[in-house]
């Protein structure tokens, strides 16, 4: 696994997997504390009967879900803190006069226009190509390109890179922006080759995706952030393979992990474009496998900037990307269209086409996204030692106060 630039490279070291249902062996995680070892064709049919499930074939870090490590960050065990009060109010309400709906839905048009975005497909590479594209016409029209990155992650065994964009800060930190890029519809087993079928993906997830986008090019608008004068580091990821498993998000992750990279804090976008007409549009903020410090920020951004409410909901386990990241005990939140019940219901199929987004609903989240992204990069979270929930190099100086804070109220008393 590694980063590259270069296309060619990319191509050449591509291998077409044209026939993806075998005996082979693959392992699954479907809850908590269930693992199972079953057929790749097994795990298909999983899939296309709405099992949740994270494939950890052959991973290198484990994954764990148990509560009592919530709000750790990986093997570190600490903690970081996040805004009660909004402080970039002027800036953030000014870039969001700059959203453009119009640019929205040419893009959604145009990840939506090929006929899969299936991880181990040709389209599949060629849809990440394109996002690196015009993420690129956009840091090369204002000449950025000495400050902000935008890499592949490659993956051995399937097509599909992950692509990260990145644009560096001044602290040790990074917030991350996040979103799956690839696609899926189900046909009859055999019918047709496992992931061929037409699958636009509009909201599951070209919706999070072109999110992404827009917020990205919005950040580019400011004088400062772009020119790697924030203090965190932010990043901005485009999972592969996230409808086989997660694989894109758990291997990006996993090597975070592994290299004790600091993810101060995670904001999953995924299925956000659909409203259903019988209620109000609101944000469908995710309570499973998420970090309730975090998701009391969100909930204060959508209040502060956003057009609409939100509702708490709860999701089904492994239900997105944002899973792994819980798992590995990254802070993370995830918001979706309003909840479970009133999602889009026929995703994954041909069905899922640009038509049925709603902009105005978009736009909110939009929203979210660019106003998460601003506010954090201007406010050190931390981090605090899980254990003592202090900052580790102020718990000597925070002891010494309290003793002097003792002995002058004993004083005081005495007196």
């Given at each position: 696994?590694?980063?590259t630039?270069?296309?060619?490279?990319?191509?050449?070291?591509?291998?077409?997997?044209?026939?993806?249902?075998g005996?082979d062996?693959?392992?699954?995680?479907?809850?908590?504390?269930?693992?199972?070892?079953?057929t790749?064709?097994e795990?298909?049919?999983?899939?296309?009967?709405?099992?949740?499930?994270?494939?950890?074939?052959?991973?290198?870090?484990?994954?764990?879900?148990?509560?009592?490590?919530?709000?750790?960050?990986?093997?570190?065990?600490?903690?970081?803190?996040?805004?009660?009060?909004?402080?970039?109010?002027?800036?953030?309400?000014?870039?969001?006069?700059?959203?453009?709906?119009?640019?929205?839905?040419?893009?959604l048009?145009?990840?939506?226009?090929?006929?899969?975005?299936?991880?181990?497909?040709?389209?599949?590479?060629?849809?990440?190509?394109?996002?690196?594209?015009?993420?690129?016409?956009?840091i090369?029209?204002?000449?950025?390109?000495?400050?902000?990155?935008?890499?592949?992650?490659?993956?051995?065994?399937?097509?599909?890179?992950?692509?990260?964009?990145?644009?560096?800060?001044?602290?040790?930190?990074?917030?991350?922006?996040?979103?799956?890029?690839?696609?899926?519809?189900?046909?009859?087993?055999?019918?047709?080759?496992?992931g061929?079928?037409?699958?636009p993906?509009?909201?599951?997830?070209?919706?999070?995706?072109?999110?992404?986008?827009?917020?990205f090019?919005?950040?580019?608008?400011?004088?400062?952030?772009?020119?790697?004068?924030?203090?965190?580091?932010?990043?901005?990821?485009?999972?592969?393979?996230?409808?086989?498993?997660?694989?894109?998000?758990?291997?990006?992750l996993?090597?975070?992990?592994?290299?004790?990279?600091?993810?101060?804090?995670?904001?999953?976008?995924?299925?956000?474009?659909?409203?259903?007409?019988?209620?109000?549009r609101?944000?469908?903020v995710?309570?499973?496998?998420?970090?309730?410090?975090?998701?009391?920020?969100?909930?204060?951004?959508?209040?502060?900037?956003?057009?609409?409410g939100?509702?708490?909901?709860?999701?089904d386990?492994?239900?997105?990307?944002?899973?792994?990241?819980?798992?590995?005990?990254?802070?993370?939140?995830?918001?979706?269209?309003?909840?479970?019940?009133?999602?889009?219901?026929?995703?994954?199929?041909?069905?899922?086409?640009?038509?049925?987004?709603?902009?105005?609903?978009?736009?909110?989240?939009?929203?979210?996204?660019?106003?998460?992204?601003?506010?954090?990069?201007?406010?050190?979270?931390g981090?605090?030692?899980?254990?003592?929930?202090?900052?580790?190099?102020?718990?000597?100086?925070?002891?010494?106060?309290?003793?002097?804070?003792?002995?002058?109220?004993?004083?005081?008393?005495?007196?």
């Amino acid at each position: 696994m590694r980063f590259t630039l270069a296309l060619a490279a990319l191509v050449a070291t591509c291998t077409v997997n044209a026939a993806s249902i075998g005996t082979d062996l693959v392992t699954l995680q479907l809850s908590e504390t269930d693992v199972r070892r079953v057929t790749v064709e097994e795990k298909q049919r999983l899939k296309k009967a709405g099992t949740n499930f994270i494939d950890i074939t052959n991973a290198d870090v484990p994954l764990n879900f148990d509560r009592n490590s919530d709000n750790t960050l990986g093997k570190r065990g600490l903690v970081y803190t996040y805004p009660s009060v909004l402080t970039q109010q002027r800036a953030v309400n000014y870039k969001l006069g700059l959203l453009d709906q119009y640019i929205t839905k040419d893009l959604l048009q145009k990840i939506t226009s090929f006929h899969t975005r299936f991880y181990d497909s040709e389209d599949g590479l060629k849809a990440a190509m394109w996002i690196r594209a015009e993420l690129m016409n956009l840091i090369n029209e204002k000449s950025l390109d000495r400050t902000v990155k935008v890499d592949y992650y490659n993956h051995e065994g399937w097509q599909q890179p992950t692509v990260i964009a990145k644009i560096p800060g001044q602290g040790p930190d990074t917030i991350v922006l996040s979103a799956s890029l690839d696609s899926i519809a189900f046909t009859e087993m055999g019918s047709e080759i496992f992931g061929s079928a037409r699958a636009p993906g509009a909201d599951s997830n070209g919706s999070g995706a072109i999110a992404l986008m827009e917020t990205f090019r919005l950040l580019l608008t400011d004088s400062k952030i772009p020119l790697g004068l924030g203090w965190n580091t932010i990043e901005f990821h485009w999972y592969a393979a996230s409808e086989s498993g997660f694989l894109g998000s758990r291997e990006v992750l996993s090597d975070y992990f592994v290299n004790d990279k600091l993810i101060a804090a995670i904001l999953h976008l995924d299925k956000i474009g659909y409203h259903d007409p019988s209620g109000d549009r609101r944000f469908g903020v995710v309570m499973d496998q998420t970090n309730r410090d975090l998701t009391n920020f969100i909930e204060l951004l959508i209040l502060q900037y956003c057009k609409f409410g939100y509702s708490e909901t709860a999701d089904d386990f492994a239900s997105s990307d944002h899973a792994v990241a819980y798992g590995l005990g990254y802070p993370v939140a995830r918001v979706m269209e309003n909840s479970p019940e009133k999602m889009f219901r026929n995703f994954r199929t041909k069905e899922d086409v640009s038509e049925i987004i709603d902009f105005l609903q978009m736009d909110g989240f939009m929203r979210l996204a660019f106003s998460f992204i601003y506010e954090l990069a201007h406010f050190d979270m931390g981090p605090y030692s899980w254990v003592e929930n202090k900052k580790p190099e102020e718990t000597e100086e925070t002891e010494e106060t309290e003793e002097t804070e003792e002995t002058e109220e004993t004083e005081e008393l005495d007196r």
